[in-house]
């Protein structure tokens, strides 16, 4: 599997999850997860939450090369779903520490949707500090914006580019390198 999907909604049908599958729909090495179909539990200090769904999650980006996590805009930040996911990633400094260095280098994209025509300014910080922090590349975000819920995402040219550009990533790191 080289795209893995991780969706993180209260509606597992809709608009943030059809964006994703648009995304992925000309990606021919890819898989989507549901979060909402899954247990997994709240970071927990004590690490109580061995047997729930993250560390088989986790497994699953090491064989990935490339990872789109998509979530709604709810009240300006991310849904609960993906939040309480990436509390998760504290597993993957403590008892999992090895399994976390394994994201180095993989890149890290965002997809969301929200009724506002533009995302909130601060909505994608903590996605980006994320990959910061496991020494991913960061590799940008999809937001588009949806009116009501029963609006269906239609295919358009800022889709296609943003499944280009994570089917086929420029790094500017390399590209700068070899100027």
């Given at each position: 599997m080289s795209y893995l999907g991780i969706i993180g909604t209260s509606r597992s049908g809709g608009q943030t999850a059809q964006l994703v599958r648009e995304v992925f729909s000309g990606l021919d090495d890819g898989q989507i997860i549901d979060l909402n179909a899954l247990n997994i539990g709240y970071f927990d200090y004590d690490y109580g939450n061995q047997g729930d769904d993250f560390l088989p999650i986790a497994q699953m980006m090491m064989r990935a090369e490339t990872i789109v996590l998509a979530s709604p805009v709810y009240w300006y930040t991310m849904s609960a779903q993906m939040k309480?996911?990436?509390d998760r990633f504290n597993d993957l400094t403590g008892p999992y520490k090895p399994l976390g260095k394994r994201l180095a280098g993989k890149r890290l994209y965002l997809v969301a949707t929200g009724a506002q025509p533009t995302v909130p300014n601060s909505?994608?910080?903590?996605f980006v500090d994320l990959a910061n922090y496991f020494d991913m590349r960061w590799g940008g975000m999809l937001y588009q914006q949806v009116?009501?819920?029963s609006e269906d995402i239609i295919?358009?040219?800022e889709i296609s580019a943003f499944?280009?550009?994570v089917k086929s990533p420029i790094d500017l790191r390399?590209?700068?390198l070899s100027i």
């Open positions: 309480a996911f990436i909505f994608d910080q903590p009116r009501s819920e295919a358009n040219s499944a280009q550009t390399e590209a700068m």
